[in-house]
């Protein structure tokens, strides 16, 4: 009697395991995928949002005429301060102060320009890769500002005039921390309404080369 008992018991309990399987199994929480394609489209400016650099402006500056004076443009150099943000991967604004000595064969201009630029970055597919990392990076952009005057040779009547700018250029990324610029700007000078000539507005095709720290 004993020994059907047992038998019987033991032929029981695959089956009660077996139908126990199913529910055991949705007690096990199962592991959520991690990507692990590195890319994350805002690290950049999440890491390293803030920087500062400067420039070195080599400017080659418009000729002029009216109906008594023509002036002819010269060529000269100046220095900038460069402080900025960047907002996303691909956009970033910058604050710019220009020190510039303006130079035509009548007179000379000496301007102190603060200048507000916003600028797009051509990241490949806006992405800051993890074992990847793009080095040379195209920029184009536009800028605003202020310019306070003075003038050598001749008198202005207006010592404070707006600026405007286009520029383009290209950044070598040396790391995280470090970049290389070298660009081309076009900036424009509303009329300081010189004495010597009227309705000049200075205006100069400018090649810059500087170096940005980032942090």
């Known amino acids: 009697m004993k020994t059907k008992f047992l038998t019987a018991i033991l032929c029981v309990l695959p089956i009660a395991a077996n139908a126990a399987i199913p529910y055991r199994t949705e007690q ?3 592991p959520v995928m991690q990507s692990t394609s590195g890319q994350d489209d805002q690290a950049l400016a999440r890491l390293r949002r803030f920087y500062v650099g400067g420039m070195y402006d080599f400017t080659m500056w418009n000729n002029g005429a009216d109906d008594v004076t023509s002036v002819s443009g010269k060529n000269t150099s100046s220095f900038e301060a460069v402080a900025g943000i960047r907002v996303f991967d691909i956009f970033r604004m910058e604050a710019n102060y220009i020190r510039t000595s303006a130079e035509w064969d009548a007179f000379k201009l000496t301007s102190d ?4 630029n916003a600028i797009l970055d051509a ?5 800051y890769r993890l074992f ?4 040379l990076v195209p920029y184009v952009g536009v800028g605003a500002g202020i310019s306070w005057n003075s003038a050598d040779g001749t008198t202005i009547e207006n010592k404070i ?6 520029l383009a250029g290209l950044s070598v990324e040396l790391g995280q921390y470090f970049a290389l610029d070298f660009g081309y700007r076009y900036i424009y000078m509303f009329t300081p309404d010189f004495a010597a000539i009227s309705d000049f507005a200075p205006a100069g095709h400018q090649f810059r080369v500087g170096a940005r720290v980032h942090f």
């Open 123 to 127: 990241r490949i597919g806006n992405m």
């Open 132 to 135: 990847y990392k793009q080095r």
């Open 113 to 116: 320009t603060a200048m507000i």
């Open 28 to 30: 096990i929480d199962m």
């Open 161 to 166: 005039t707006p600026v405007v700018s286009a």
